[in-house]
């Protein structure tokens, strides 16, 4: 969780927003908490977002299907703000960490963890399926772990079964990685789709290693023989050939031999202090805010700062009278895609382990498709395309050893960027891949000028309809090299930290 700015809200309906979880495509996401003490994971719409024309549409669909699905294993919606200026709603904030985070922090869940996860989330899979909704984006992030048990998050992309706008041939919607065939095909999507991303999910939750699909569950050491058969049921290739979710609750649930006390020791224990933290948040936050000010402080009009989208925020009334609040504790609540990330969907931040655990800078993991342009690769690859067009005209019109290198690097960077686009590679690979593109366009724009003053008056027609080509193409590697001022110090900081 990330201290409040500026540009943060500091009351949202009748609640107080304590720090920032996390930012995806079309909003922020805060723990908030109301004048009752309860705690919400609050997601607040940029006001861009809310101003594009059916998006408020989609949005009161969203939170609709959240109510609609609210139950056992679920996040349940509490409050709402659909019709506001930026509309906002809040769900129950679990101080708890996504599967996805908890397998990464402390590897593989035992045995009996297991089973207790397939029951739970096969009950809720068949709760969801009872209400005709796919969930299309089941996955380890978008699992979260509680003492109670499992809660699937992120209904940002479920659909009624018979919404043919959504299921219609060539939409291809989730994440690639737990997608089941027919889902990646862009073919029609039923609730045997769920089972797919469920099989996949159990198989990470028992291994740690994110499976590919079409691939076996094999003998991994220690993996419950009982287990790894329910695993290659889920992953049949023919979907009327996977179990039902009620079928695969009802296996599960007979070899659940966990009580109240289910989760790993080491994962109960860090839930049970954040849960402790989070009671003293608030007060922790009005402490250090006041700060030097001391009794003296007071509340600065509305107006006076900007705040997010007109929303009202605490200022400074002179210089060093406020000093901003530090970060709160970490928060290993509610979802992060991402890609993400943030969920691609509508991007519920993840955990990004805790600090006892943390990776250590520099090792950043798998690439998550993390807020901003440097968390979407295909940004990248249409900056490449001018890119390459210059390059091979000049290759073709003024051979050299550079023109050569520059020829070589575009398909290596291409072949990269699509493999971050489909969730196989990691944060090392988006880090070669903005330096590596950054460093292309210096160097495209440097030859582009070159060939230009460098022309002799005798050449050929080729070469002066390459140099008049150029000369429209080299405002795209021009401005390119202005950007590489921001994407190489950005990429190198993420990587640094592990958001990518």
């Known amino acids: 969780m990330e201290a409040l700015d500026?540009?943060?809200?500091?009351?949202?309906?009748?609640?107080?927003?304590?720090?920032?979880?996390?930012?995806?495509?079309?909003?922020?996401?805060?723990?908030?908490?109301?004048?009752?003490?309860?705690?919400?994971?609050?997601?607040?719409?940029?006001?861009?977002?809310a101003a594009v024309p059916g998006f408020r549409q989609r949005f009161r669909r969203e939170v609709e299907v959240v109510r609609r699905v609210a139950g056992a294993g679920t996040v349940p919606v509490v409050d709402a703000g659909v019709d506001e200026q930026h509309p906002w709603y809040a769900a129950e904030y679990v101080?708890?960490?996504s599967l996805q985070a908890a397998v990464d922090a402390f590897g593989p869940l035992p045995t009996d963890a297991l089973w207790r996860l397939a029951a739970d989330l096969?009950?809720?899979?068949?709760?969801?399926?009872?209400?005709?909704?796919?969930?299309?984006?089941?996955?380890?992030?978008?699992?979260?772990?509680?003492?109670?048990g499992p809660r699937l998050i992120d209904f940002g992309i479920v659909h009624a079964a018979l919404d043919t706008m959504l299921t219609q041939s060539g939409a291809r919607i989730g994440t690639p990685a737990y997608m089941s065939p027919e889902q990646a095909y862009g073919e029609a999507v039923?609730?045997?789709?769920?089972?797919?991303?469920?099989?996949?999910?159990?198989?990470?939750?028992?291994?740690?290693?994110?499976?590919?699909?079409?691939?076996?569950?094999?003998?991994?050491?220690?993996?419950?023989?009982?287990?790894?058969?329910?695993?290659?049921?889920?992953?049949?290739?023919?979907?009327?050939?996977?179990?039902?979710?009620?079928?695969?609750?009802?296996?599960?649930?007979?070899?659940?031999t966990t009580r109240d006390t289910w989760l790993p020791s080491a994962i109960a224990s860090m839930i049970a202090r954040t849960s402790e933290q989070l009671l003293n948040l608030e007060a922790d936050l009005d402490a250090r805010a006041a700060g030097p000010a001391g009794p003296g402080y007071t509340e600065p009009d509305a107006g006076a700062a900007g705040g997010?989208?007109?929303?009202?925020?605490?200022?400074?009334?002179?210089?060093?009278?406020?000093?901003?609040?530090?970060?709160?504790?970490?928060?290993?609540?509610?979802?992060?895609?991402?890609?993400?990330?943030?969920?691609?969907?509508?991007?519920?931040?993840?955990?990004?382990?805790?600090?006892?655990?943390?990776?250590?800078?520099?090792?950043?993991?798998?690439?998550?498709?993390?807020?901003?342009?440097?968390?979407?690769?295909?940004f990248g690859i249409l900056w490449l395309l001018p890119m390459a067009l210059c390059t091979y005209l000049l290759l073709f019109a003024d051979p050299s050893f550079f023109g050569v290198v520059r020829g070589v690097a575009i398909p290596a960077l291409l072949v990269l960027g699509i493999r971050l686009m489909t969730g196989r590679g990691d944060a090392g690979s988006a880090l070669g891949f903005w330096v590596g593109l950054s460093a292309l366009t210096v160097q495209t724009w440097w030859a582009v000028s070159q060939f230009d003053t460098a022309l002799d008056p005798r050449a050929t027609g080729f070469q002066k309809l390459v140099d008049g080509l150029n000369d429209l193409l080299i405002v795209f590697p021009a401005l390119g090299s202005l950007v590489c001022i921001y994407v190489v110090p950005a990429a190198i900081g993420r990587f640094r930290t592990g958001k990518f």
């Open 190 to 256: 039923t609730v045997a789709s769920d089972v797919y991303s469920y099989g996949l999910t159990l198989a990470f939750a028992a291994t740690g290693v994110q499976p590919r699909r079409g691939s076996v569950v094999g003998d991994h050491p220690g993996l419950d023989t009982e287990f790894a058969a329910v695993i290659r049921s889920c992953l049949k290739e023919d979907p009327a050939e996977r179990p039902d979710a009620a079928r695969l609750a009802e296996w599960a649930r007979a070899k659940d």
């Open 95 to 97: 101080p708890g960490p």
């Open 308 to 378: 997010f989208h007109g929303a009202p925020t605490r200022g400074a009334t002179t210089a060093g009278a406020y000093a901003p609040p530090p970060p709160p504790p970490p928060s290993y609540g509610y979802g992060a895609s991402s890609s993400g990330g943030p969920s691609a969907s509508y991007g519920y931040p993840q955990y990004p382990g805790p600090s006892y655990a943390a990776r250590p800078p520099g090792r950043a993991g798998a690439f998550d498709g993390g807020g901003g342009l440097l968390g979407r690769p295909v």
């Open 122 to 148: 096969a009950e809720t899979l068949r709760h969801v399926h009872g209400h005709s909704l796919v969930h299309r984006d089941l996955k380890p992030s978008n699992v979260l772990l509680s003492t109670g």
């Open 6 to 49: 500026t540009q943060d809200p500091r009351t949202v309906g009748t609640y107080r927003v304590l720090g920032r979880i996390g930012e995806g495509g079309m909003g922020r996401v805060y723990l908030a908490r109301n004048a009752g003490g309860r705690s919400v994971a609050l997601k607040f719409i940029h006001s861009d977002m």
